[in-house]
């Protein structure tokens, strides 16, 4: 019998594990409840990635490829998991949707991702009820599909305010976590949003600006210096609409003032949650959640991808939010830890 | 002929590194220039590692026994990279100090780590003329051998103040990057500080929070809500003494007002440059450095330890900040870089 591991999740930290495990000399089964692959990268249909605005659609494209050239992975969109069975350290997985068969697995990767954060939870944002209000993932799609336009009437906005941290660093939301990538993106889209729109006014509503490392000068000066995006560290009371156009209310934290500023378009830095499925894959593999439900780390500094059982990993932002080349080195680091779990149970 | 590999660098990346490698069926050099394995660890004995509370001595030491047991692993600490020439795809690295010998190597890892910014150079700090102006690794090396105490007197500090991004987000001292970790670093010293002291005043003067992800609520609302440990946003103009005490001059930027106050003792959050030997070892390896002087990643979104140069690797805070957990990523990342280039060489 070969030995097999089921990697579950199709973004790039599951494509990635998927494609080194059979280079290691692993059998794969890659299961993804959707019916295509990419994660996040395709759902969304992101264009330009932060940070370096390297190609999207180029990075998955070679991603896929990989995966679906390769005879040792075998790709079950469309797919997901039912019921897991774990006997003498084999784990038998019932998929159900498109592949309804039980596969045995030696080793398992969780690599099921994030959901971005539903603004409509939080009432004060105006998002659902504003058209202007846009989510930053959707500010994505429209840089994938056409020009830059007010959702309301088509107008090129004049106009556009980001605000940050929304879903996240928020107790009343239930998110006190930080999602780590928003800052950079909006600086990435505000940087891109300039060469649609030379003489638009862009302004960031922030708490705190989190563009680590080199994604500092890169992305936030960047953003300042040559593209002329202006800073506000601000707290967003509400979002109202006046004349057809969404204002922003809150307090210019810096200047020590309340604002009141009408806006033609407001994009909403929308954080990262677990994904809906990870609570349940969780309990289905008997894998701990950290506080924020999130599959919890049990080593980090051993090995990112360790939890608390034995045989079953996890890769990429199933663990907590982070960046795209982030969750690919985590399904490298996955399969290491895959490889090496599996040389100490059977000779590969 | 063996299959070998040259790791430069006994931090953690390198350590992991090595001995994953080694787990791949590869033979391996690891060359240190110190005395002692562990890197910046070692060298400035952090005792409590971010974001978990973890055992410093605990990560070494299962870290620098693994290579030292590893009958693949030939340790060579004392020794330095002298020439190096490669012929065929084969680098002939000539050490030099404890070592003194002509190796061959197929590959190279260069994880040659960070040094912490010197805050002397930029003389506003005051440090190295006011006794009680320390950066964040001595006050590592005071939790690690005995209590706090103020240096000039030996008197019970009351009042203690951390200085974020020093020597970093700063284009006057050359370094437009930000360092990653320190603000979590810091908040982590001042949990520990809290335990010592339990009435001191503890204030962190920042330009932004940067306790990204998880390290939220775990460091930085913690340290304010259950170690009382005050934030302000603030530039730090001038640290000057008086009356035998720091005084740290500059602009609270919430509140708007300029301030003057005393310290028993001031804490430089130093960031991180590229290590001493980064410069030297990337000429004779012949890879690119990126804009601010780390080795350049090639390509992140693929392997985020590609160089320009086929058969140089790199792993860890070479390549830029970086937390611990994500140089021992990194280590592993690169070993399967290296041995997906070697196989597609030789027949592993």
């Given at each position: 019998?070969?030995?097999?591991?089921?990697?579950?999740?199709?973004g790039p930290a599951g494509l990635q594990a998927a494609a080194t495990l059979s280079h290691l000399g692993l059998d794969v089964t890659l299961?993804?409840?959707?019916?295509?692959?990419?994660?996040?990268?395709?759902?969304?249909?992101?264009?330009?990635?932060?940070?370096?605005?390297?190609?999207?659609?180029?990075?998955?494209?070679?991603?896929?490829?990989?995966?679906?050239?390769?005879?040792?992975?075998?790709?079950?969109?469309?797919?997901?998991?039912?019921?897991?069975?774990?006997?003498?350290?084999?784990?038998?997985?019932?998929?159900?949707?498109?592949?309804?068969?039980?596969?045995?697995?030696?080793?398992?990767?969780?690599?099921?991702?994030?959901?971005?954060?539903?603004?409509?939870?939080?009432?004060?944002?105006?998002?659902?009820?504003?058209?202007?209000?846009?989510?930053?993932?959707?500010?994505?799609?429209?840089?994938?599909?056409?020009?830059?336009?007010?959702?309301?009437?088509?107008?090129?906005?004049?106009?556009?305010?980001?605000?940050?941290?929304?879903?996240?660093?928020?107790?009343?939301?239930?998110?006190?976590?930080?999602?780590?990538?928003?800052?950079?993106?909006?600086?990435?889209?505000?940087?891109?949003?300039?060469?649609?729109?030379?003489?638009?006014?862009?302004?960031?509503?922030?708490?705190?600006?989190?563009?680590?490392?080199?994604?500092?000068?890169?992305l936030y000066w960047r953003s300042q210096e040559e593209a002329g995006v202006v800073y506000v560290k601000g707290r967003i009371a509400e979002?109202?609409?006046?004349?057809?156009?969404?204002?922003?209310?809150?307090?210019?934290?810096?200047?020590?003032?309340?604002?009141?500023?009408?806006?033609?378009?407001?994009?909403?830095?929308?954080?990262?949650?677990?994904?809906?499925?990870?609570?349940?894959?969780?309990?289905?593999?008997?894998?701990?959640?950290?506080?924020?439900g999130f599959i919890q780390q049990a080593s980090p500094m051993q090995n990112a991808s360790l939890t608390n059982r034995p045989g079953v990993?996890?890769?990429?932002?199933?663990?907590?939010?982070?960046?795209?080349?982030?969750?690919?080195?985590?399904?490298?680091?996955?399969?290491?830890?895959?490889?090496?779990?599996?040389?100490?149970?059977?000779?590969?």
């Amino acid at each position: 019998m070969s030995t097999s591991v089921a990697v579950i999740g199709g973004g790039p930290a599951g494509l990635q594990a998927a494609a080194t495990l059979s280079h290691l000399g692993l059998d794969v089964t890659l299961v993804e409840q959707q019916n295509f692959l990419g994660g996040a990268v395709a759902r969304h249909q992101y264009q330009v990635l932060m940070p370096d605005f390297s190609s999207g659609p180029e990075l998955l494209k070679r991603l896929i490829q990989t995966v679906n050239e390769d005879p040792h992975v075998k790709v079950y969109t469309g797919t997901t998991v039912g019921s897991v069975l774990e006997s003498d350290g084999t784990f038998h997985i019932q998929l159900e949707g498109a592949h309804q068969e039980s596969i045995k697995a030696q080793a398992v990767v969780l690599a099921t991702g994030f959901d971005h954060f539903n603004p409509a939870r939080d009432g004060k944002y105006g998002y659902g009820l504003f058209p202007d209000v846009i989510t930053g993932a959707e500010l994505e799609e429209m840089f994938a599909k056409g020009p830059i336009r007010r959702p309301s009437n088509g107008e090129i906005p004049e106009s556009v305010a980001f605000i940050y941290c929304v879903g996240s660093r928020d107790r009343q939301v239930g998110n006190t976590y930080c999602s780590r990538v928003c800052c950079a993106v909006s600086a990435k889209q505000a940087i891109e949003l300039r060469q649609q729109l030379p003489k638009a006014r862009i302004s960031m509503f922030y708490m705190d600006v989190r563009t680590y490392g080199l994604w500092e000068d890169t992305l936030y000066w960047r953003s300042q210096e040559e593209a002329g995006v202006v800073y506000v560290k601000g707290r967003i009371a509400e979002v109202t609409q006046l004349h057809g156009r969404p204002v922003l209310k809150g307090e210019d934290t810096l200047v020590r003032g309340p604002f009141e500023w009408p806006f033609d378009l407001v994009v909403l830095a929308a954080g990262m949650e677990p994904s809906r499925g990870t609570h349940d894959l969780a309990q289905k593999f008997q894998v701990s959640l950290e506080s924020h439900g999130f599959i919890q780390q049990a080593s980090p500094m051993q090995n990112a991808s360790l939890t608390n059982r034995p045989g079953v990993f996890v890769a990429g932002a199933a663990s907590g939010p982070k960046a795209i080349e982030d969750s690919i080195a985590e399904g490298d680091v996955a399969s290491l830890a895959v490889y090496e779990y599996l040389k100490a149970k059977v000779t590969l």
